[in-house]
């Protein structure tokens, strides 16, 4: 059965999705000697895919991998770092990265820690990451300054956030602590870059530390700011319950897009 070349690549753990568009985009794959251009189609039985002039190994598809990682601060989300700084990858066993196709689904920031997915699903990725995939994600977070109760129910109904409204929140105030400090928890289910950060800077302040709990019902935490069950840099495989509960919610995802399509 033929499928896009950039979903071959992608299932078979050699790259993601969106960087196998790049390399298309870029001149540097080729099926049976030819040019690829995005929209062409192989048959991993038959076709020859190369990248760079090495070929590509199709028959073989790695098994899918679900990981939950406790993200520690400055680690980036990505699969490499042209900065060389270190990587999510690069807090997992060799053998779990080699070869695998495995990438962090969506972001946490350099300075931000706390629950982060890892998967070679590319279909389950692609859907996670759609703007219409509405998960909760909980998040502890200390600011640095003093909001008042009218500016937080202004966050909880949506505030302007470059030139678009964000969705309501869910933000709770576990405490107000000592030097003007408050500790919030809130709960988005978006995920706009830096959003949390870019809303506590329009209302005057500042974000002292930002931790995410939990992706749904998928958390790292143990209901403290301080006390976890997966350890910071420490990661864990996702349960089978858990699994079945993204694919559930990446199918809603698949059959609203193609209603709308």
Known sequence: MKERVQKILSQRGITSRRKAEKLILSGRVKLNGHLVQLGDKVDPKCDLLEIDGQI????????FLYILLNKPKRVVST???PQHRITVLDLLPEKLCHGTGLHPVGRLD???TGALLLTNDGELTLNLTHPRYHLPKTYEVVISGNISETRLQQWREGVMLMGKKTLPAQ???INRRFHQQIHLRVVITEGRNRQIRRIVQQMGCKVIRLHRSSIGSITVDSGSLHESNLPSGHYRLLTNSEIDFLRSRSDFITTVSQKLS
Do not use: A, G, T, Y
């Open 110 to 112: 350099f300075n931000s």
């Open 171 to 173: 933000v709770e105030v």
């Open 56 to 63: 590509i190994q199709l028959i073989k598809r790695p098994d």
């Open 79 to 81: 699969c490499d770092d």
